[in-house]
Each structure stands twice: as structure tokens, then as C-alpha cells.
Nanobody, 129 residues
Framework: VQLQASGGGLVQAGDSLRLSCAAS????????IGWFRRVPGKEREFVAA????????YYRDSVKGRFTISRDNVKDTVYLQMDSLKPEDTAVYYC???????????????????????WGKGTQVTVSS
């Protein structure tokens, strides 16, 4: 599975962005997808995840109620709708795919980067105050 994140940009606090994670390869619909972000000098952190079926989603606490993850398996794309953006959301955002197919996990497992075997190039999100 090959992934490509897009949709980043420079916005003001309170604005919205929608990130896309486009996949190529077989059986995209059978993989869980996660979004992570990294700020220079800091550890990569979990943002959101969606199960392979789309029926389960998880978010880090700081984005709950503002971000929404969804998937369109016809288009082989996962989206991250980001509303009410804050300067602390500034980071490079990456999407990643699970290493197993059609597998469901605990919340803690989805939040761990070790779950994901396939990573796309990131997209920069910059939120000005």
C-alpha cells in the first residue's frame, strides 16, 4: 500500500482544512488508517484513526470535537476534516496504514505508531494566531 497525504496549507486560527490520504495498491478497504503529526524537535503524536470497516474511530483528546476522520473506500481515500484550528495544531501530518488486514484493535493499539507499516509523505499544516 502506498499513501500520499495532501491538503495542508497556511490558515488562521479558527479556520478549517481537510486533509486527504490517497492510497494506491490492493485491498485498501481492508486496512485501518491512522493520522499522526510531528512538530520539529518533538515526538510524532497520534491524531486520529479509523478502523478498516470505518465503524470505529479514535482521536487524541486535544482534537476531539474539532477533527473528524472518515474514509471513502470507493475512492481509496481517508479524510481528516479539521475545524476550529489552533496554532498548536501546526505540524506535518502523516497518514499510515495498518500492517494487517481486516483486524480490529483496542484504542491504545490504534494510537501506537507501531501498528502501522505503511507511511505516506506528510503534508504541512500551519495555523497562525
Amino acid at each position: 500500500v502506498q499513501l500520499q497525504a495532501s491538503g495542508g496549507g497556511l490558515v488562521q486560527a479558527g479556520d478549517s482544512l481537510r486533509l486527504s490520504c490517497a492510497a494506491s495498491g490492493r485491498s485498501f478497504e481492508t486496512y485501518a488508517i491512522g493520522w499522526f503529526r510531528r512538530v520539529p524537535g518533538k515526538e510524532r503524536e497520534f491524531v486520529a484513526a479509523i478502523s478498516w470497516s470505518g465503524g470505529i474511530t479514535y482521536y487524541r483528546d486535544s482534537v476531539k470535537g474539532r477533527f473528524t476522520i472518515s474514509r471513502d473506500n470507493v475512492k481509496d481515500t481517508v479524510y481528516l476534516q479539521m475545524d476550529s484550528l489552533k496554532p498548536e495544531d501546526t505540524a506535518v501530518y502523516y497518514c499510515a496504514a495498518d500492517k494487517r488486514r481486516r483486524t480490529t484493535y483496542t484504542e491504545a493499539r490504534y494510537m501506537s505508531s507501531s501498528l502501522y507499516a505503511y507511511w505516506g509523505k506528510g503534508t504541512q499544516v500551519t495555523v497562525s494566531s
